[in-house]
């Protein structure tokens, strides 16, 4: 690991170059399937197991510092640790990257709905990705376990927040009351130590393609087509869902450019595809104005996310300065990694199905155990074993 460390025990930004950085978030973003807890494990992987460029300590507070800020959490993460190797050229392009190949993707899925009404089939694909993703993030979340969970007392809240989680409370109270609780605890005690979107059941597209609602935009429409997803991307905390009740609000009831439809369609799009949930707005922004509109989309609704995180470096390390600080982030920590195992168990139930996809899973963790592959050979493994599947069925 090549990084220094601060005076206040943080290590500091690494030395790395943007190249590097380009590299490894062009694949992460091509082949993290399975929402944020599966794009979370498989940075994870790469650049703490794989790679070194931070340790878990320090990942898993640049996983608690992205539930302080609105947006995609698993981008902010991505665009933090591109500013941990490379600074601020790195912050943009890790970013960037991450988000790139499934703008595209999108876009072309896009295009075949407007133009065919439909969309080529993935199911077949996922049914062995998925499985897949599953193992990278069991074998992650036993990795971070060790290092989050620190005390009986953390483990504790853990444990209470997946309970709370898998009943239906939703994440923001829940990781609220997590960071509060840690923080009232350590200051009870007067001891100062240092310190989703869900890949659910794919739903079915409906089909109600034809010609963007504006073949020919004007500058009027086009400017609010991004300031509505720029206000999108500046306010939303939360999963999926949200995302959905924000959309529908803004384009569906407000403007009436989409139907309810096409927007169920827009987010099964965002879901089945790598990379980010956020990329619905490539999706939508694509319906509403064609290419432009998707570009424009894409842009604001990622936009604030890079602000955020860039203000946000200025406070992440002085985080575990504080007793009272350290404390509450402690406890976001713990209460993220309950999240993202509530998340794992709830994406378990629909992908394994049978005892291929539990072998799939199985020997994904052994593999993990065993090697140090790339995150993407397990991808391409569960794709070909779902293609395989689907012409075989």
């Not at 500013?83 to 499934?102: D, K, S, Y």
Request: charged content about 10%.
């Amino acid at each position: 690991m090549d990084q220094a460390s601060e005076p206040n025990g943080v290590p500091a930004p690494g030395r790395g170059s943007v190249r590097e950085v380009a590299v490894i978030f062009l694949r992460l973003g091509t082949v993290a399937f399975g929402g944020p807890a599966a794009h979370t494990a498989m940075m994870r992987e790469e650049l703490v197991r794989r790679r070194g460029w931070v340790t878990d300590e320090r990942f898993v507070d640049l996983m608690g510092a992205t539930n302080l800020i609105p947006g995609p959490n698993s981008t902010e993460l991505a665009i933090h640790l591109g500013h941990e190797r490379a600074r601020w050229r790195g912050l943009i392009t890790a970013g960037v990257c991450f988000i790139v190949p499934a703008a595209l993707m999108v876009t072309v899925l896009a295009w075949a709905y407007v133009t065919y009404g439909d969309t080529p089939a993935v199911e077949g694909i996922l049914y062995g990705i998925v499985p897949a993703v599953i193992g990278i993030i069991i074998w992650a979340l036993a990795a971070l376990l060790r290092t989050v969970v620190k005390n009986l007392w953390l483990g504790v809240l853990a444990a209470a927040a997946l309970a709370a989680y898998l009943a239906g409370v939703n994440e923001l109270p829940v990781l609220a009351f997590g960071a509060v609780a840690a923080a009232a605890v350590r200051a009870a005690r007067s001891v100062r130590r240092p310190g989703g979107h869900h890949l659910t059941g794919l739903p079915l597209l409906t089909g109600t393609g034809g010609l963007p609602v504006f073949t020919d935009p004007t500058l009027g429409q086009l400017t609010q087509l991004f300031l509505g997803m720029l206000k999108i991307g500046s306010v939303l905390y939360g999963s999926g869902y949200v995302l959905l009740a924000f959309l529908q609000g803004e384009f569906v009831d407000r403007l009436a450019w989409i139907t309810r439809e096409q927007l169920v369609d827009a987010i099964s799009i965002g879901q089945v595809t790598p990379g980010p949930v956020f990329t619905t707005a490539t999706f939508i922004g694509y319906l509403v104005a064609g290419p432009v509109g998707a570009f424009l989309a894409t842009v604001a609704i990622f936009l604030p996310s890079f602000v955020f995180v860039g203000l946000l470096t200025r406070l992440t390390d002085s985080l575990r300065s504080r007793a009272w600080t350290s404390a509450l982030l402690d406890g976001l920590n713990a209460t993220s990694l309950a999240l993202m195992a509530g998340v794992t168990l709830k994406l378990s139930r629909p992908a394994l199905v049978d005892p291929l996809t539990i072998a799939i899973t199985a020997v994904t963790l052994i593999l993990l155990w065993r090697t140090r592959l790339n995150s993407a050979w397990y991808i391409a493994g569960g794709a070909l074993i779902g293609l395989a599947h689907l012409a075989w069925t």
